[in-house]
Every structure is written in C-alpha cells, then in structure tokens.
C-alpha cells in the first residue's frame, strides 16, 4: 500500500536488475497519481509498473481491452485492493491521508441488487462517513440526499426498492450515491455499461457539470466511438501503461494498435482517432 511521503522524502522505485532506483515524481496538485503500480492476481500481473497521472478539472477515461487492468487500475487507486508494489497519491496525499475527497461509482455488475433496500437509503449511504455508521443524518444531509436524487432524474423513486428499478435506473442512484459524498474526484468502473440512451445522455450531463464545478472525472470506458466526444483526457492500458494525455493528441490510430492489437478492427481505427503514433 501507498506510504505517507515524509518531509524532505522522495519516494523511489526499488532497483532491478542490480541497477539504481529511480526517484518517483509526484506532481502535487494532480487529483489522482500513481507511481510504478503493479497488481498481481496470482502468479500473473493485471498491471505492471504503471505511472499514471490524471489531471484537474477533466474528464479523464481509462481504455484497453478486456483483462488489461482498467478495473483493477481503479480499484487499486481506490486503496480496495492490496498493491504489489508502487504508490497513489490523491492531490499530493497519500492515499489513506485523503480517502474523503473521493467519490466511487462501482460496475453495476458487481452490486447485490436484492438487497432489501430503497433507492433513499442508497443515497444516503454516501453521508455516513460524515457521521460514521451509528450517527444519524441531519435534516439538511436529507435534504441534499433528496437533491442528488432530482439531478439525476430519479427524485420521484426515492421510496421504491433498488431490486424493483431498471438497470439505468440503478445507476442513476449509484451516481446520485456519489454526488452526495460532494467529493473532488470521481472515480465510475464502467459507467454506461448496460443503460439506455437516454441514461448515457444524463449521466455524462452530469459528469461534465462536475468538472465545469472544477472537480476531477475518472471513468473506466469500453465505447471507443464516444471517447472523443466524452473526454478530454485519455489513459490507454494494457496491464502495462502504453500511453496518456490529452484526446487530441493521445488517442491516436498507433497508439490504439498498441493497446488493443489485432482485437480492433483495422477498419475502423480512421472513423476513430487520426493517424499517429504515441
């Protein structure tokens, strides 16, 4: 797990192959860094010394094909899953010196939605690190649970129970969940997974109003052909880092050959990305 940087302390990788480690640059006022991150389920790597850096009012997506670490890149940014070796650092901050800045969408996939609960207690689960598990919520966090609720369209439903809503619907109040944490990064693992249009519309209305409040938006992301339109910033991944930065310049023909290999379709990287390489 990430260690908390001392003072007058730069962190570094540790040697290989016999050669000197190498200093770790944080960059202080980036909402989410990680440093020589590696991940193993098993015997195998599902990321491999990675550096990533994710910028500031941005919306920020995470690509690759299946099995190359998106998931696990997040979830090990998230500080849920132990780390081989490397660092993540949240606004300059060790990751456990700053876990309240960070608001978490899971996959839809991985939630129990029998679980007897309404689309109110959902919500309001987001307030309680504020009052801890035993505390009571204010009428006024309430009232912010009720808000979140009407910013994505599903005020009306507050009483009904989870199991009982479609699946665009349940992710609507996993995001309405995530706004009333009020944080400064959003992390979402697959946001638009199974929703309908008009679902996909609404959420990515609403991330990027977080970012126009100045926060920070990171997605794992699938739809290649909305990349462009969704996103400003691009990660691409295949257990390693094989690319970053801005759209424009990032998400590019060569570098989504590197990434996804003979899994694209060469017929459509042009309708995709223009020509050029990493």
Known sequence: MASPMTPGHQPTIAAENGRAARPVAVPSGAPLAVRGLTVSYGEKPAVFSVDATFPAESMSAIIGPNGAGKSTLLKASLGVIPLLSGDVYVFG???EKARERIAYVPQRASVDWDFPTTVMD?????????????????????????DCLDRVGMADFAHRQIGQLSGGQQQRVFLARALAQDADLYLLDEPFAGVD??????????????????????????????????????????????????????????????TYGGRLAATHLDELSPTGGA
């Open 93 to 95: 901050q060790a990751i």
């Open 122 to 146: 959902v919500v309001q689960m987001g307030l309680y690190r504020r009052v801890g598990l035993l505390g009571r919520l204010s009428g006024r966090m309430t009232a912010r649970a009720r």
């Open 197 to 258: 249009a008009a679902t996909e519309r609404a959420i990515i209305d609403v991330l990027k109003t977080l970012k126009a409040e100045g926060k920070a938006v990171v997605a794992v992301h699938h739809d290649l052909s909305t990349v462009r339109d969704y996103f400003d910033h691009v990660f691409l991944i295949n257990v390693r880092r094989i690319a970053e930065g801005p759209v424009a310049t990032a998400f590019t023909t060569g570098n989504l050959q590197a």
